[in-house]
């Protein structure tokens, strides 16, 4: 079932976005929702996903601020309301 | 001055100006800073180095930023000692330990720091901030005072007592996140968008990483100026492993070593938190992140940013890999401790006991110049120690009671 949730969109990527920081799309997983943001700003399928329809290696996705590698991948499944976060990975120390 | 000639992305290649920004807007690889070598060989010699300070500042023309001076504590330029007793405990005979517990703040943290500080200084920064596990706290909250910056440093709530003393007292914003260094890292990665400030670890991080290299650059001009045969290296994020081989191929390429390094590059990882190891053991060309789990809070990051990049420098080189328990982590520290006067924490704890782990599998050999590199003060983590550590015997104040406790031969 498709809900509403609101895609975090880091710096690097705010050109496509027109420069806001956060969209609010329509699916009931991430891949959806990542679909849906492509077709609402064309342009981050190619930059979020290799030519293998894969996330890039360094392209990290929360959902409620959960690392989605930790949960279902692409097909992990977002609830009303929720945020859904694009950021690069970190180095640390 | 400095020779930067841009930022470029590790990933796709792709150029970018020398700016406050860290990923590639393509791909999401991480920048890193390149440099015009030629213009470095012109300017570097050994004896240019050895009539420099005794700190990071002597390699400057092979750092992105020059403006050391306001930011100094005297990062850098550390003790490299053989250590013969730990080789003989390890069946090893030319070990060598890169003692980096003798910085400023005691951590190699003041190597980056104050590289990225100068960095921040000259794009017109008035705040610092980072993620921190602890050692990177210490270090931006005492170079930010040094340089008077404003510094807003972010930990995890749960970081050891030691570590947060050692931070706030230097002033500035202390941040306690209710969650692990993963988590913290997130929510600086989204703040870093939305405040001007010069994150060490994110906006600046393509400049803060290159103070890495002089651990590289140090251990070469102690030895002599040659490069040794291994280098023993703890993996966080991975970048600092990463710098180290960079740092041994930049002396060859500027013309500051005799013979073309060979140096093979081993990984050292806590079991808890084994993202690089894992992938090596495993012969897997994906690190899979994880939850930590170890006593190595300052090697806690269970999605490394430059993980890959290390993995391709340990395969590139013939290196190892090793993940070892808690347990071992003690005894690691312990260890070193004991053979050669030298008190790490649990980072070091982990090396040495990675170090002890590839000489078993034969991955170290014997006769290798093998170097470990023990970057943070066993102070700051007391508490892995705290409870196997403690007096030999407790005894009355009578000469009695000590004979009674010791039988003491010579």
């Known amino acids: 079932m498709s809900v509403s949730v609101n895609v975090r969109i880091p710096t690097p990527l705010r050109t496509l976005s027109g420069g806001a920081s956060e969209i609010g799309v329509e699916g009931s997983t991430v891949a959806e929702v990542l679909k849906a943001l492509e077709a609402a700003h064309p342009g981050f399928q190619e930059r979020l996903f290799d030519g293998d329809g894969n996330l890039r290696r360094f392209v990290n996705v929360f959902v409620a601020d959960e690392d989605i590698r930790f949960l279902d991948g692409l097909g992990t499944a977002v609830a009303e309301g929720q945020t859904v976060s694009i950021i690069p990975a970190v180095a640390g120390g | ?410």
């Open chain 2, 1 to 410: 001055m400095a020779f930067v000639s841009g930022l470029r992305c590790r990933e796709c290649g792709r150029d970018y100006p020398a700016d406050p920004i860290h990923v590639c807007e393509w791909c999401f690889g991480p920048l890193e800073v390149s440099y015009d070598y030629d213009a470095i060989a012109a300017a570097i010699s050994r004896e240019s180095i050895e009539h420099g300070p005794p700190t990071v500042w002597r390699y400057a023309p092979l750092l992105p930023s020059d403006r050391g001076e306001e930011v100094d504590l005297g990062a850098g330029f550390t003790p490299l000692v053989r250590a013969e007793r730990l080789g003989a405990a390890l069946g090893l005979n030319q070990v060598w330990v890169k003692n980096d517990t003798l910085n400023p703040t005691n951590s190699f943290k003041d190597r980056v720091v104050a590289v990225a500080l100068s960095k921040a200084l000259e794009f017109g920064f008035k705040t610092v901030a980072c993620a921190s596990t602890g050692n990177l706290a210490n270090s931006v909250a005492a170079h930010a005072a040094r340089a008077g910056l404003k510094s807003y440093v972010f930990i995890p709530a749960d970081l050891e007592a030691g570590k947060i003393v050692t931070t706030a007292v230097y002033g500035g914003n202390l941040v306690a996140v209710e969650g692990n260094y993963d988590d913290v890292n997130r929510l600086c990665a989204e703040l870093a968008g939305n405040y001007p400030w010069a994150f060490v670890n994110v906006n600046v991080r393509p400049y803060y990483a290159e103070g890495s290299k002089t651990l590289a650059f140090e251990t070469a001009e102690q030895l002599g100026w040659r490069a040794p045969d291994h280098v023993v290296v703890p993996i966080a994020s991975g970048s600092q492993l990463t710098k180290i081989a960079k740092g041994f191929e930049e002396f060859w390429k500027v013309g500051l070593l005799d013979a073309e390094p060979k140096v093979r590059v081993s990984g050292a990882q806590a079991l808890g938190c084994s993202p690089v190891a894992t992938a090596f053991i495993e012969q897997s060309d994906t690190i899979k992140p994880v939850k930590p789990d170890t006593i190595a809070k300052s090697l806690a990051i269970g999605n490394p940013a430059d993980g890959y990049f290390a993995l391709d420098a340990i395969r590139r080189s013939g290196g190892g890999c090793a993940a070892v328990s808690d347990g071992e982590i003690v005894e690691g520290i312990k260890l070193l401790a004991a053979t050669e006067g030298i008190f790490g924490e649990t980072a070091a704890g982990v090396t040495v006991a990675s170090l002890k782990r590839l000489a078993e599998e034969g991955v170290v050999s014997p006769d290798e110049c093998v170097v470990v590199y023990v970057t943070g003060h066993g102070l700051k983590t007391l508490d892995a120690v705290q409870p196997t550590c403690g007096p030999t015997a407790t005894i009355a104040p009578t000469i009695d009671s000590f004979t009674e406790h010791f039988d003491v031969q010579e």
